[in-house]
């Protein structure tokens, strides 16, 4: 599984996230929603994730985790619900990742690389953002 394209957004507000990114595999299949994050003097790849939630005990529709009130009748849920008093509780499961460790670091190389380029274009004058919306990632298929 080779990486064929990355595209880079930068963020442009201060802070830890520094970039969303769209990435092509094959040049057939796409994960959209990465993210690029600084941590710890260095930037590192986030994939793309889901909220976990749980049921409401009284009308039963999904509610997050770190929910006080059910969305739907409004019950006051238990915040500590699924606290096991020693460590921290998991917000977010991944929905897509690299099963290897040497995959998730080539990938993080390249995708590092490439945000460090789309920086240095950022800086140049008539510099247009990088859309990570454009249709032609889409191919038509069959």
């Given amino acids: ?14 802070g830890r996230l520094k970039a969303f990114c769209c990435l092509t595999f094959d040049e057939s299949f796409v994960v959209r929603d990465v993210k690029l994050i600084e941590g710890d ?9 889901r909220k976990l939630a749980d049921h409401c005990p009284r009308c039963h529709e999904k509610n997050h985790l770190r ?9 006051r849920l238990n915040e500590n619900r699924h606290s096991n008093g020693r460590s921290r509780i998991k917000l977010h499961a991944d929905i ?22 789309e920086v240095l274009r ?6 247009v953002p990088t859309r990570l919306d454009d249709e032609s990632l889409l191919r038509p298929t069959g």
């Fill in 1 to 14: 599984m080779r990486l064929t394209d990355v595209r880079i957004h930068l963020c442009d507000q201060p």
């Fill in 41 to 49: 003097g260095t930037v590192f790849l986030a994939m793309p994730a």
């Fill in 67 to 75: 929910a006080r009130y059910c969305n739907h009748c409004g019950l």
């Fill in 96 to 117: 897509a990742h690299p099963i290897h460790p040497e995959l998730r670091e080539n990938l993080e190389r390249e995708v590092v690389a490439a945000y460090h380029a």
């Fill in 122 to 127: 950022a800086a140049q004058p008539g510099y």
